[in-house]
């Protein structure tokens, strides 16, 4: 997605629907391997990107912000269950 002259790689949280009613979506951004230290709440990704999931970095973008992005692709369920765990585990959900 770009953002002035960045580019920066997420992983939508939010759902399609909530994305469309509220022009919005809530937003993981990833960070390359290794930009970070690692935790035991961090995420390695491997594919479709190889980046590093960190759950602190959750933040909402404007649908707008999305008309230019780059669809990378889709992250594997077990993946996603690992962010969504870890997420939940930073807002003591």
């Known amino acids: 997605m770009p953002v002035g002259d960045?580019?920066?790689?997420?992983?939508i949280?939010?759902?399609d629907e909530v994305n469309a009613k509220f022009k919005a979506a809530?937003?993981?951004l990833l960070h390359p391997p290794g930009a970070y230290p690692d935790t035991l709440l961090s995420v390695p990704i491997a594919d479709p990107v190889?980046?590093?999931?960190?759950?602190?970095n959750i933040t909402q973008?404007?649908?707008?912000?999305?008309?230019?992005?780059?669809?990378?692709g889709a992250l594997a369920p077990d993946t996603m269950e690992r962010i969504e765990r870890?997420?939940?585990?930073?807002?003591?959900l």
């Open 6 to 11: 960045t580019t920066r790689t997420v992983v």
């Open 13 to 15: 949280l939010s759902i």
């Open 26 to 28: 809530v937003c993981l």
């Open 50 to 56: 190889r980046a590093v999931a960190v759950p602190v």
């Open 61 to 72: 973008y404007a649908a707008r912000r999305f008309e230019n992005a780059k669809l990378v």
């Open 86 to 92: 870890a997420v939940r585990s930073v807002l003591g």
